[in-house]
């Protein structure tokens, strides 16, 4: 069987004799370990992905000899590439298809189309890019909705057995009523996070307990407007058009949404006191 420039896609679909018959001028790789062969050019070199779906290469030594190039610069800048943090956050269909891209670009190296392989190594850059984008997308929306339900468990919980809480903690049942109110900003948080989620790069390599920290602290600060926007609202300080008996309820669930979702509400609110504190105190002065 000629065998020479072929390309195989997978040991499972040759003899395992072909592929010792292909190892023969490779004497230290282990036939177990060529789990997806890519390229093999007679007496010449061997690119395959290992057994952890990992690409490598080896040469003979009449391709060392033959081969008057300098490939030790592509060949760095493709093995960095594959040991990028965030590969190790793929899946191992992602893992594979991206390494078997690397090593399509080796066997590009190998065989002097150096313009070629510069493409194939920034399709394999771009594509772990996206990738990128899309772990974290992906980690940020699961801890997001995760969140939330456990908040809202808790504070069904709590509505249900508010007077147990109320005696146990020594606190008035205003404060957990409005307690109960705040937490909803977690849903105006929660729908801000989906709505951004699609039009931000996010970077996996901070790796999944950070992307849950900063999803917990937007959550629990959404809780934290939401408290601080009941209690301005019931002192008549903002939307005080709508205040009225008949319509409190509503206007409570809407605002502590509001404010969940938009992260600069509050801050601005504050900002306006602030300023209009300080426009005073310069009159009187």
């Known amino acids: ?23 023969k001028n490779f004497s230290d790789i282990s036939v177990d370990n060529v789990n997806t062969l890519v390229r093999y050019s007679s007496e010449r070199y061997i690119v395959w992905l290992d057994s952890e779906n990992e690409f490598d290469w080896e040469t003979t030594e009449k391709y060392d000899t033959d081969n008057k190039n300098d490939i030790n610069t592509y060949i760095s800048k493709i ?19 991206f390494n078997y891209m690397l090593a399509e670009a080796v066997v590009l190296v190998l065989e002097n189309e150096f313009c070629e392989a510069d493409k194939h190594i920034l399709a394999a850059e771009q594509y772990l890019n996206n990738r990128n984008c ?25 509505k249900q057995n508010y007077l147990v809480i109320s005696n146990f903690l020594g606190i008035s049942t205003e404060v957990i009523d409005t307690l109960g109110y705040s937490v909803l900003g977690t849903i105006g948080a929660t729908l801000s996070i989906i709505q951004k989620s699609g039009k931000k790069c996010y970077d996996c390599e901070s790796g999944r307990f950070l992307n849950f ?22 002192l008549d300080l903002i939307f005080a058009n709508f205040h009225s008996e008949e319509n409190s309820q509503y206007c409570l669930i809407l605002i502590c949404i509001i404010a969940g979702f938009s992260e600069r509400l509050v801050p601005s609110i504050i900002s306006n006191f602030e300023n209009k504190e300080y426009k005073e105190n310069c009159c009187n002065d």
């Open 1 to 23: 069987m000629d065998i020479g420039n072929i390309r195989i896609i997978n040991k499972n679909n040759i003899r395992r004799t072909e592929i010792l018959e292909i190892l």
């Open 79 to 97: 093995g960095l590439l594959q040991h990028q943090p965030i590969a190790r956050c793929l899946s191992k269909k992602q893992y594979k298809e």
């Open 134 to 158: 899309e772990i974290t997308r992906k980690w940020q929306l699961e801890f997001c909705f995760i969140i939330l339900f456990v908040i809202l468990l808790i504070a069904g919980f709590a």
């Open 213 to 234: 920290l900063e999803i917990l602290s937007r959550m629990f600060a959404s809780v934290i407007s939401g408290f601080v926007v009941i209690y301005l609202y019931n």
